[in-house]
């Protein structure tokens, strides 16, 4: 009883945050716990967890044991207030906007995002009469500039896919904040142990789990993290009685919690989007190593930056852990233990789309395929496939040429990658 | 289920109160012993409209087995409990006294509280009076600030963490339900 004031750090939560072993049991793991339904008390608890008066597990589509370990770990490695897991990275973008968002709603969003981001918010959010307008992320004035009285909210990526460009997280949440929207940001590429977003006054942050947090690349997942220091009172689709729960006002009623309560039990439940407990575990056993991953993957990719940058094949290197990248300062403030793994680099050759491809083919260890974070080292080429849905205005909006290398630098010996990547370069032909 | 033995974390999210005044009012090792030690719970602003949120706490203490007596002036019967207009009213003893009333209303509820020899009183979130938590600690009285009794709850019964919050409760002993 004397000391109740320890603050854990951050490795411990990584491994603690969110389980109690179980009273019966006493199991060290996570169980899985594989089941869709759960047995009612009896008929009145029944109705006051359908009415949310309860917190409890009602079926895995809102909630389960397993995931909600996986939820409660993130929120608290990402100091936010809780989270909703999701089937993947896009079902999270998408799940916060369904929440936040009604038909001729605007928001501000990077062009600096993953192409899927990019293909998600132009066409499927004009279905749904959503308008995004994309902005240089680098630019506070075009931010500013583009928000109207229909936006309602900013988003970003903390490291922007393609070129590596840094959120100025602080002065968007400031501006964000001015207009009374919240600002969302894309964690994925830093994951909470290199940035934490909603520190800076970030107001949600999402991610694609399937990424760094998993490590392994078995599992497709998302989650969705929130402060609880927004306030949403004035948010009609947050405060306002809610005709598909009894004209229930989550924010009156869950303050801190409304916004993740009504993500959880009206959109994850009438989208679906939810995660299955089996991912959620092999997502915990990730989480578990992640501040130690994360070291290796950084110092592998500045390693590895740096002989790109000065190799005399390459025309650029876009990774803002190098000492002249534009975003260097940036990232210092944001991320002082390195901008992640991921990075792209240009080749210099007189016709740069086919020595991409012979670059690509002549790779021994990096896999050639369309994802990044795996301990794995990846490689891709945008142009032909992530970014390949994009007219060629949409690709250099975002900062895509036909020269451009992606790499995810995984967890191998560095003199391994190295040696690959020289050996590769030097087979392209002049 | 929640933790078994003394808490060694800090439990610091959702407040607006400074530090030193998290650490006097809102001490979760006297949070769990008030949840454990009391019976009866009057709710003074319990609403008769099942979607405000005293509602869903006075339910919700209801059905975790507390005896809930609603004060409400404007109703006869709430949670199919009898209202009382006021807590001076209320026939039998009162272990903690529950507000859901503005900041300016609380120095008189904790003068009833005071009167009504009860044990606790436990301001629900942003309803922060600190001269009535002062009259109350003055009369031997323990006193809960800035926090949602239904989450405290529902924090250290393990079930506010089956909904994806972050409880802030980190340890590696073994389960158990204390109260």
């Known amino acids: ?430 | 289920m929640g933790p078994g033995s003394s808490l060694v974390c800090d439990i610091r999210m959702n407040s607006v109160l400074p530090p030193e005044l998290q650490a006097k009012y809102q001490d979760p090792n006297r949070i769990r012993r008030i949840l454990a030690d009391t019976r009866t719970i009057a709710i003074v602003g319990l609403s008769k409209d099942s979607q405000r949120p005293s509602y869903f706490v006075g339910s919700y203490l209801k059905y975790e087995g507390y005896q809930v007596i609603p004060v409400n002036p404007t109703a006869d019967e709430i949670l199919g409990e009898r209202a009382y207009p006021d807590l001076l009213s209320v026939p039998g003893p009162v272990d903690l006294v529950d507000i859901f009333r503005p900041p300016a209303a609380c120095v008189e509820i904790v003068q009833q509280a005071i009167q009504k020899q009860a044990k606790a009183v436990w301001m629900q979130l942003r309803i922060i009076n600190l001269e009535a938590a002062q009259l109350a600690e003055d009369a031997g009285l323990e006193v809960i600030i800035d926090r949602c009794i239904k989450m405290e709850h529902g924090r250290y019964n393990g079930s506010l963490h089956w909904v994806g919050m972050n409880t802030e409760l980190v340890t590696a002993r073994k389960a158990r339900r204390y109260f």
């Not at chain 1, 594989?34 to 079926?59: H, M, P, R, W």
């Not at chain 1, 909603?198 to 998993?214: C, E, M, R, W, Y």
């Not at chain 1, 080292?377 to 849905?389: D, E, K, N, R």
């Open chain 1, 1 to 430: 009883m004397q000391n109740n004031k320890r603050q854990f750090g951050f490795e411990t939560r990584m491994l603690h945050a969110g389980h109690i072993p179980d009273a019966i049991t006493g199991a060290r793991a996570v169980p899985i716990y594989q089941t869709t339904s759960y047995v009612f008390d009896n008929t009145d608890y029944a109705a006051q967890l359908f009415e949310l008066k309860q917190y409890g597990n009602i079926y895995t589509r809102i909630n389960n044991p397993t995931t909600a370990v996986f939820e409660e770990r993130v929120a608290s490695l990402e100091n936010g207030t809780g989270a909703v897991a999701t089937a993947s990275g896009m079902a999270a973008q998408f799940i916060t906007m369904m929440t936040l968002l009604e038909p001729g709603d605007e928001i501000v969003a990077s062009a600096h995002l993953y192409g899927g981001t990019v293909t998600q918010f132009t066409h499927t959010f004009k279905k749904l009469s959503v308008k995004v307008h994309f902005v240089d992320p680098t630019q506070l004035d075009t931010w500013a500039a583009a928000i109207t009285p229909k936006t309602r909210a900013l988003y970003g990526e903390t490291i922007g896919n393609p070129k590596g460009s840094i959120l100025d997280i602080s002065a968007l949440a400031n501006l964000a904040h001015s207009k009374r929207i919240p600002l969302i940001v894309d964690n994925t590429f830093a994951t909470p142990y290199l940035c934490r977003p909603l520190d800076f006054g970030a107001d949600i942050v999402v991610h694609s789990a399937t990424k760094f947090i998993g490590g392994h690349g078995t599992s497709i997942a998302g989650v969705i993290v929130e402060s609880g220091k927004f306030d949403y009172s004035h948010f009609r689709t947050i405060a306002d009685p809610s005709p598909s729960y009894h004209d229930l006002k989550f924010y009156e009623t869950f303050g801190h919690y409304g916004f993740l309560m009504k993500a959880r039990a009206e959109t994850l439940r009438d989208t679906g989007g939810c995660l299955s407990p089996f991912n959620a575990f092999m997502l915990i056993q990730g989480l578990e190593t992640l501040s130690v991953r994360m070291d290796r993957h950084v110092s592998n990719a500045k390693l590895i930056a740096q002989f790109l940058h000065d190799h005399p094949r390459v025309a650029w290197v876009a990774y803002a852990g190098l000492p002249d990248s534009p975003y260097h300062d940036l990232a210092q403030t944001y991320m002082p233990k390195g901008p992640g793994a991921v990075f792209t680099f240009g080749l210099k050759a007189g016709n740069p789309r086919q020595a991409g491809q012979q670059f690509i083919e002549s790779l021994h260890l990096f896999s050639h395929l369309a994802n990044v974070g795996d301990a794995r080292s990846l490689v891709i080429h945008p142009a032909s496939t992530t970014h390949q849905q994009l007219s060629d205005e949409e690709l250099r909006a975002g900062g895509v040429g036909p020269e451009m290398i992606r790499l995810s630098i995984g967890l191998e010996t560095a003199e391994d990658l190295l040696w690959d990547l020289d050996q590769a370069l030097s087979a392209i032909s002049e």
